[in-house]
């Protein structure tokens, strides 16, 4: 099975994270930000990679340390779990559409971290929310998972939406990502034979 399990120890947050790349989307998250949860909730769903997130932060401070370790440890486990890529599709790519909003996500698990974002949510709170730890979590997955990721807003105006939307796009292109393309099962997919 292709699983990754990671735990992270600083003075600001204490993070243990579980995936199974060849799950059914199952979750449990507990991170103590109660959106963010609802949020890796959705990423686990439609990428159909089990979650399994506990998180304790500095909540006194601010939710920012939780929610960028959490991304920290959550690529540092999709590296684990996926091993030396072997049979991977390597690449994925999602249009999500969600009411108001559309966002595009497409996705290299090329090992070149990289995050280009094109996306304006217009509120600086959803809730009690942050909405500027959005980018900070996609930095910090992309940067410890090594994924080249580029997300962008084609449409919205309602914040929620347009998050949701993002998270939604690249649950979707993750999980065509990490499939085994049965063609090539057994290949690592680079003319350079290394991921």
């Not at 959705?42 to 089990?50: G, P, V």
């Not at 094109?118 to 509120?123: A, L």
């Not at 998972?145 to 105006?157: E, K, S």
């Not at 347009?162 to 990490?178: P, S, Y």
């Amino acid at each position: 099975m292709r699983t990754g399990s990671v735990s992270r120890k600083t003075t600001e947050t204490e993070i243990t994270v579980e995936i199974n790349l060849d799950g059914t989307g199952s979750y449990d998250n507990q991170t103590g930000v109660g959106f963010f949860d609802h949020m890796l909730d959705q990423l686990s769903r439609h990428s159909l990679i089990d979650f399994k997130i506990r998180a304790k932060g500095d909540y006194h401070i601010d939710d920012h340390h939780t929610v960028e370790d959490t991304g920290i440890a959550l690529g540092q486990a999709l590296v684990q779990a996926l091993g030396d890529k072997r049979g991977i599709n390597r690449y994925g790519e999602c249009h999500l559409p969600m009411d108001d909003a559309q966002v595009r996500a497409a996705l290299d698990l090329s090992a070149r971290p990289f995050l280009v974002w094109n996306v304006d949510i217009p509120t600086q709170k959803i809730g009690t929310f942050d909405t500027e730890l959005v980018r900070e979590f996609f930095t910090a997955f992309a940067t410890h998972g090594g994924i080249t990721m580029h997300i962008d807003q084609l449409h919205g105006v309602n914040s929620h939406h347009i998050v949701e939307a993002a998270f939604k796009a690249v649950a979707r292109a993750l999980r065509t990502a990490v499939e085994t393309d049965p063609r090539k099962a057994e290949d690592i997919p680079s003319t350079k034979g290394a991921l």
